[in-house]
């Protein structure tokens, strides 16, 4: 990838983990949805900050997403973006305290590899 195409990428990846952390924070503040409760945390995601902010961190990944698209090969790009995997698992480690067992970390290194061989030019 040339760097203006590795910057979209990037920014791609960063905006839609950050859209995760946000939708997972607003998520918090809304509290579990039951049968009983459902409309009313429907109506409550239109008023919360947190779950607005991950929606538009999403949005902002999305149309980085189509830029990258305009100028890498879908093969390449749509892999690659399985890099947000990553930072989703270091996100919920780090800010929401979730355990990452083995089976996870080996998972999460063979997406790894995988990224990288799919990026790799020949």
Do not use: H
């Given at each position: 990838?040339?760097?203006?195409?590795?910057?979209?990428?990037?920014?791609?990846?960063?905006?839609?983990?950050?859209?995760?952390?946000?939708?997972?924070?607003?998520?918090?503040?809304?509290?579990?949805?039951?049968?009983?409760n459902l409309t009313g945390h429907i109506l409550a995601m239109l008023t919360t900050p947190a779950v607005l902010a991950g929606l538009s961190c999403y949005g902002?990944?999305?149309?980085?997403?189509?830029?990258?698209?305009?100028?890498?090969?879908?093969?390449?790009?749509?892999?690659?973006?399985?890099?947000?995997?990553?930072?989703?698992?270091?996100?919920?480690?780090?800010?929401?305290?979730?355990?990452?067992?083995?089976?996870?970390?080996?998972?999460?290194?063979?997406?790894?590899?995988?990224?990288?061989?799919?990026?790799?030019?020949?």
């Open positions: 990838m040339t760097p203006p195409e590795l910057g979209l990428f990037l920014i791609s990846i960063l905006t839609s983990a950050a859209g995760q952390f946000l939708l997972k924070t607003g998520a918090l503040q809304l509290g579990k949805v039951n049968a009983s902002l990944g999305a149309i980085s997403y189509i830029l990258l698209l305009t100028r890498v090969n879908l093969s390449v790009a749509g892999p690659s973006v399985a890099m947000v995997y990553i930072f989703s698992v270091l996100i919920g480690y780090f800010f929401f305290r979730e355990a990452i067992p083995l089976s996870r970390a080996i998972g999460l290194g063979l997406i790894i590899c995988g990224v990288l061989l799919v990026m790799w030019k020949n």
